[in-house]
């Protein structure tokens, strides 16, 4: 009896041995000089990554570093702002067009 309980045991731990392993992955070296923070993209931290390993030129504007849709981060704020605006206005004028419509019925 004693011995069927020790061999249960031993397959428990056995088993929960063998799900840590899978459990523990190796983690990937900085080379930024930050190897307390966690890996992010070619070899650095996420910080670091995003100061220094993008270097894509983009390609709709004359600037030095790619953001976002072919667009440094200056050029991308301000069409996404004039784009929202734009749009605002549109919801704006159908809004009136829709109460003039309403006030005259």
């Known amino acids: 009896m004693q011995t069927l309980q020790n061999m249960e045991s031993i397959q428990k ?3 929960l041995i063998g799900v840590t392993k899978q459990i523990i992955k190796k983690k990937r070296s900085n ?33 030095d570093r790619l953001y976002a ?6 050029c991308y704020i301000n069409n996404y702002n004039k784009k929202k605006l734009e749009n605002t206005k549109s ?13 005259e019925q």
Do not use: F, T
């Open 13 to 15: 731990q056995q088993r």
């Open 31 to 63: 080379k930024c000089g930050h190897p307390e923070r966690d890996h992010y993209a070619k070899d650095m931290c996420n910080n670091c990554y995003h100061k220094y390993g993008r270097n894509k030129k983009p390609w709709r504007c004359s600037h």
């Open 69 to 74: 849709h072919g667009l440094c981060q200056n």
């Open 91 to 103: 919801i704006d004028s159908e809004q009136i067009k829709s109460e003039e419509q309403s006030v």
